[in-house]
């Protein structure tokens, strides 16, 4: 059995990540903000996956054993908080919108973690303010735990560009389409179409922070066309993929 690293306090500082580099499994005491500044991160938890470019941040609660992946060059911001610390009232990891002030809060307190100064308190004070008021966003990609739908789940992790039914795919793994159906919605608390458009956006942010072309990633992920990639995307992130931040 793999012994999962504890790290008792949750480290306020700054890093430095290569593109396909990893923070192994490990939990905290306190909780934590994660954000890469440049770069896309994923954190992976026994629940699923939680993707966040540079627009977005992931609040990680005290006690959860989770994993980081960096994709592109990461410059990674870690807050850590007091277990006894919740602005935001939440229980388990969530993805949160970054904005221009609150990205700048987040690199200006990380930079300096062993200041004790008023100005700092009131930098910190500033921040937890500002994290309050973001708004959370549906980034998470949830892992099932049925094996029928781990199995189909598998499947589109390995080409999120198959664009069989669930009726085909329920053929291979050896279940009807209503089964399934009734599945995605009671483990993972979705349908089967937006489970397989957050895969698809996850992998396109991948894509994207090791640059590679707009076309070439709407055609890897299964849209139908650049266009269609486009306009979801706008509409998850509220930019277009071509003006991503990268770094």
Same mark, same amino acid.
């Given at each position: 059995?793999?012994?999962?690293?504890?790290?008792?306090?949750?480290?306020?500082?700054?890093?430095?990540?290569?593109?396909?580099?990893?923070?192994?499994?490990?939990?905290?005491?306190?909780?934590?903000?994660?954000?890469?500044?440049?770069?896309?991160?994923?954190?992976?938890?026994?629940?699923?996956?939680?993707?966040?470019?540079?627009?977005?941040?992931?609040?990680?609660?005290?006690?959860?054993?989770?994993?980081?992946?960096?994709?592109?060059?990461?410059?990674?911001?870690?807050?850590?908080? +007091? $277990?006894?610390?919740?602005? /935001? #009232?939440?229980?388990?990891?969530? =993805?949160? *919108?970054?904005?221009?002030? %609150?990205?700048? &809060?987040?690199?200006?307190?990380?930079?300096?973690?062993?200041?004790?100064?008023?100005?700092?308190?009131?930098?910190?004070?500033?921040?937890?303010?500002?994290?309050?008021?973001?708004?959370?966003?549906?980034?998470?990609?949830?892992?099932?735990?049925?094996?029928?739908?781990?199995?189909?789940?598998?499947?589109?992790?390995?080409? +999120? $560009?198959?664009?069989?039914? /669930? #009726?085909?795919?329920?053929?291979? =793994?050896? *279940?009807?389409?209503?089964? %399934?159906?009734? &599945?995605?919605?009671?483990?993972?608390?979705?349908?089967?179409?937006?489970?397989?458009?957050?895969?698809?956006?996850?992998?396109?942010?991948?894509?994207?922070?090791?640059?590679?072309?707009?076309?070439?990633?709407?055609?890897?992920?299964?849209?139908?066309?650049?266009?269609?990639?486009?306009?979801?995307?706008?509409?998850?992130?509220?930019?277009?993929?071509?003006?991503?931040?990268?770094?």
């Amino acid at each position: 059995m793999t012994q999962i690293r504890h790290q008792p306090v949750a480290p306020t500082d700054t890093r430095r990540l290569a593109s396909g580099g990893a923070i192994d499994a490990h939990r905290h005491d306190d909780h934590q903000i994660v954000y890469a500044r440049r770069g896309v991160l994923t954190v992976t938890t026994s629940a699923g996956t939680w993707v966040a470019p540079a627009t977005r941040a992931i609040w990680v609660p005290a006690g959860t054993v989770h994993a980081h992946q960096a994709h592109g060059e990461l410059e990674l911001h870690l807050v850590g908080l +007091p $277990a006894t610390e919740n602005p /935001l #009232a939440l229980d388990v990891p969530t =993805v949160l *919108a970054v904005s221009p002030l %609150l990205r700048e &809060l987040i690199v200006a307190f990380t930079r300096s973690p062993d200041d004790d100064s008023p100005e700092r308190a009131r930098l910190r004070a500033v921040l937890l303010d500002q994290l309050r008021a973001s708004p959370q966003q549906p980034l998470h990609l949830p892992t099932p735990a049925s094996p029928l739908l781990r199995a189909v789940c598998d499947i589109l992790r390995a080409d +999120p $560009a198959d664009g069989r039914t /669930l #009726a085909q795919l329920g053929r291979e =793994v050896g *279940a009807s389409a209503r089964t %399934l159906s009734r &599945l995605f919605r009671a483990d993972l608390g979705m349908t089967f179409p937006q489970w397989r458009t957050q895969l698809r956006l996850h992998v396109a942010l991948v894509l994207l922070a090791e640059r590679t072309p707009v076309t070439a990633v709407a055609h890897r992920c299964g849209w139908s066309s650049a266009s269609a990639f486009i306009d979801v995307f706008r509409r998850t992130f509220g930019h277009t993929p071509g003006s991503h931040p990268t770094g």
